[in-house]
């Protein structure tokens, strides 16, 4: 590993991380997701950054857990320390639009990364899989609870139980990804996503992901509730008045994130 596990760029409202591992697989080692972690709550807090590129090396997302430093643990220090709880979570309540974009190999705790992403789009020579079960282990980032919710039961078991992977086009077919591109369109394509997302209100796309995730936490009618609250508080922002004004008068909006 090097000393910079996670390389942050700015272009104008958006951040691109980039996962840099000396090997170019990006094996998630404590050191690397706490880096990554650090980056997202710099970004969270910083109002000029409205929405944020996740990506890997051109060969891959990333490998899945450090499976060498994971063979010397036991169940003592894994529990005492909260192994993966301990910043992965940090992931999970990350609060602004976050597009994962996909070269090579998406494996096991990758996979997982894809998964915590709100947005995933790979490239063409993209691999996904959930080897886990090859390695004597049980997914621990999320595979068996995020992989149904994305796929389907019977897909995710697939994924988990052989531990085989499934190419680029196969994950877009099963709506593991939302798109596929060509390896020199991918960051392009994903940067372009992020612009066309940062130029819309922030406190507007914050509800919006806020209400998407709620989606996998809750019921139907209390997901609908959540929903409808967040519009009525809607109508406390000036951007929501600027946005329907704008359609009216056949112009551009002008936000202002207030
Ligand atoms: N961890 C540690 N080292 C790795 C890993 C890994 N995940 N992946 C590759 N390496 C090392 C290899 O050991 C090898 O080291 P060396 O050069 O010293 O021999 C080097 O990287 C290059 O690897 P390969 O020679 O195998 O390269 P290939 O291009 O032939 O193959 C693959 C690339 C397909 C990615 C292959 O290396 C592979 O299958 N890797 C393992 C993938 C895997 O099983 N991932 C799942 C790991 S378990 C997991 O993610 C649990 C998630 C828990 C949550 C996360 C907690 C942090």
């Known amino acids: 590993?090097?000393?910079?596990?996670?390389?942050?760029?700015?272009?104008?409202?958006?951040?691109?991380?980039?996962?840099?591992?000396?090997?170019?697989?990006?094996?998630?080692?404590?050191?690397?997701?706490?880096?990554?972690?650090?980056?997202?709550?710099?970004?969270?807090?910083?109002?000029?950054?409205?929405?944020?590129?996740?990506?890997?090396?051109?060969?891959?997302?990333?490998?899945?857990?450090?499976?060498?430093?994971?063979?010397?643990?036991?169940?003592?220090?894994?529990?005492?320390?909260?192994?993966?709880?301990?910043?992965?979570?940090?992931?999970?309540?990350?609060?602004?639009?976050?597009?994962?974009?996909?070269?090579?190999?998406?494996?096991?705790?990758?996979?997982?990364?894809?998964?915590?992403?709100?947005?995933?789009?790979?490239?063409?020579?993209?691999?996904?899989?959930?080897?886990?079960?090859?390695?004597?282990?049980?997914?621990?980032?999320?595979?068996?609870?995020?992989l149904p919710r994305a796929v389907g039961k019977s897909m995710a078991m697939q994924l988990c139980l052989t531990g085989a992977s499934i190419s680029a086009t196969e994950a877009l077919e099963i709506g593991l990804v939302s798109k596929v591109v060509s390896g020199d369109k991918l960051l392009p394509e994903a940067m372009s996503m992020a612009h066309e997302i940062a130029a819309h209100s922030l406190p507007v796309v914050l509800a919006i992901k806020e209400a998407v995730n709620r989606s996998f936490e809750t019921s139907l009618a209390e997901g609908l509730l959540f929903e409808r609250r967040i519009f009525h508080a809607g109508f406390a922002l000036q951007d929501q008045t600027e946005g329907m004004n704008a359609f009216l008068e056949r112009r551009q909006p002008n936000f202002v994130n207030g």
């Open 1 to 146: 590993m090097n000393s910079h596990p996670v390389v942050f760029e700015q272009d104008g409202h958006v951040a691109l991380l980039r996962l840099a591992s000396a090997n170019q697989l990006n094996p998630l080692t404590d050191e690397l997701v706490d880096a990554l972690v650090a980056a997202l709550r710099r970004i969270d807090a910083d109002p000029s950054i409205h929405a944020a590129v996740l990506m890997g090396s051109s060969k891959a997302f990333a490998a899945g857990a450090d499976i060498a430093a994971m063979s010397k643990l036991d169940y003592a220090s894994v529990f005492q320390q909260d192994y993966i709880g301990r910043n992965w979570d940090a992931i999970r309540t990350f609060r602004k639009p976050l597009i994962a974009a996909i070269n090579g190999y998406a494996l096991g705790g990758g996979c997982e990364l894809t998964m915590l992403c709100d947005i995933a789009i790979a490239s063409d020579d993209a691999v996904f899989g959930q080897p886990e079960v090859r390695l004597g282990i049980v997914p621990g980032a999320g595979g068996t609870q995020r």
